[in-house]
C-alpha cells in the first residue's frame, strides 16, 4: 500500500532551521504531485507549499516566501522543505501529502503522512 512518512521536525530556537523529509512508498506515487500542510493549535490546516511531479511548478504560501523552499528527489521517492529563519508562528504539526492533480485543496490529497510535530521557541 501507498505510505508517507515524515522526519525531521523537532524543537529549534527562533531564527533556526530544520530539514523536513517525506520518503514515500507504494506504486506510482513518484509521478504524483507532492505538497506540504502545517495545523497548529487551535487553527485550521493550512497549504505551506507543493511541487509537480517534474519539480518545474513550485507553490509556497505568502507567509513562507524567501524562507522556506521545497524539493523533491524522485529516484529516492522524498520531498524535502527546508525550513530557515523560523519564528514561533511556524510552530505546527506538519504533513506531507501526495495527489494525482497539483492542488493547494487539501481535502483533494488521496495520501496523508502522520505529521512530525515543529516548535519553535522565542
Known amino acids: 500500500q501507498v505510505q508517507l512518512a515524515e522526519s525531521g521536525g523537532g524543537l529549534v530556537q527562533a531564527g533556526g532551521s530544520l530539514r523536513l523529509s517525506c520518503a514515500a512508498s507504494?506504486?506510482?506515487?513518484?509521478?504524483?504531485?507532492r505538497a506540504w500542510f502545517r495545523q497548529a493549535p487551535g487553527k485550521e490546516r493550512e497549504i505551506v507549499a507543493t511541487?509537480?511531479?517534474?519539480?518545474?511548478?513550485?507553490y509556497l504560501a505568502d507567509s513562507v516566501k524567501g524562507r522556506f523552499t521545497i524539493s523533491r528527489d524522485n529516484a529516492k521517492n522524498t520531498v524535502y522543505l527546508q525550513m530557515n529563519s523560523l519564528t514561533p508562528e511556524d510552530t505546527a504539526v506538519y504533513s506531507c501529502?501526495?495527489?494525482?492533480?497539483?492542488?493547494?485543496?487539501?481535502?483533494?490529497?488521496?495520501?496523508w503522512g502522520q505529521g512530525t510535530q515543529v516548535t519553535v521557541s522565542s
Open positions: 507504494g506504486r506510482i506515487l513518484s509521478n504524483y504531485a
Open positions: 501529502a501526495a495527489d494525482r492533480t497539483l492542488t493547494v485543496r487539501s481535502d483533494d490529497y488521496d495520501y
Open positions: 511541487i509537480s511531479w517534474r519539480g518545474s511548478m513550485k
